[in-house]
């Protein structure tokens, strides 16, 4: 009888480090899938915003050309009524020039609040970010000086819009405290770092796919 009790209580061990084996790997895993759904969403995100502040670059340059036409023709205007009809004309590709600009700023305001609470919630989730890149769009401003500015990626864009992050997770968190004591015993490698991350490659000239980083 005192001999099967050993071996009792040698199987009862295991089948209890086998099971907490089984819940530290469903922890890992739940973690790591949060990291990527969330790294995944904000780039899909800024891959949305930058696709449509890119195309609307097309409307941005017919309103500065209109502008420098309409400008044109005020000055050569003769006083009187053409002159004033173009002011008139000057001044309303100068109001939609405005109206374009605010749809513009919309945007990048909107991604950034999106931006900031992806940010919050990685850092309340425990994840830190590898190298400070804050996750903004990348993109830089063209035509500066116009009412209604062009936007293009800035240089080295796939490489600047990586994101990676990691998380350090104490596995003995999630072991049966009876188990603690002897995996301690055994030098168990309890401290888990994990990593995860994403950028946008280049597919062709007018689309960008998401990839994941796993890095180390």
């Given at each position: 009888?005192?001999?099967?009790?050993?071996?009792?209580?040698?199987?009862?061990?295991?089948?209890?480090?086998?099971?907490?084996?089984?819940?530290?790997?469903?922890?890992?895993?739940?973690?790591?899938?949060?990291?990527?759904?969330?790294?995944?969403?904000?780039?899909?995100?800024?891959?949305?915003?930058t696709n449509k502040l890119l195309s609307m670059n097309k409307t941005a340059k017919i309103l500065r050309v209109s502008r420098k036409?309409?400008?044109?023709?005020?000055?050569?205007?003769?006083?009187?009524?053409?002159?004033?009809?173009?002011?008139?004309?000057?001044?309303?590709?100068?109001?939609?020039?405005?109206?374009?600009?605010?749809?513009?700023?919309?945007?990048?305001?909107?991604?950034?609040?999106?931006?900031?609470?992806?940010?919050?919630?990685?850092?309340?989730?425990?994840?830190?970010?590898?190298?400070?890149?804050?996750?903004?769009?990348k993109i830089r401003k063209t035509h500066k000086e116009s009412d209604s500015p062009g936007y293009e990626l800035i240089d080295d864009y796939t490489k600047k819009k990586s994101l990676v992050f990691f998380k350090y997770i104490n596995l003995l968190e999630y072991v049966p405290k009876s188990l603690v004591r002897f995996l301690k015993q055994k030098n168990f490698s309890h401290i888990q770092k994990l990593n995860c991350g994403s950028t946008l490659l280049e597919k062709d000239k007018k689309a960008w796919n998401i990839k994941l980083i796993m890095g180390k």
């Open positions: 009888m005192m001999f099967f009790l050993p071996i009792t209580t040698l199987f009862i061990t295991g089948l209890m480090a086998a099971l907490a084996f089984i819940g530290v790997r469903k922890t890992l895993t739940k973690e790591l899938n949060l990291c990527i759904t969330k790294v995944t969403y904000i780039q899909r995100e800024h891959r949305a915003t036409t309409a400008k044109a023709a005020y000055l050569l205007a003769i006083p009187g009524p053409p002159k004033a009809t173009a002011y008139t004309a000057l001044n309303a590709v100068k109001y939609s020039q405005k109206v374009f600009r605010l749809r513009q700023n919309y945007l990048i305001q909107k991604s950034h609040l999106k931006t900031v609470k992806f940010y919050k919630s990685m850092l309340l989730n425990g994840f830190m970010q590898k190298s400070y890149n804050f996750p903004n769009l």
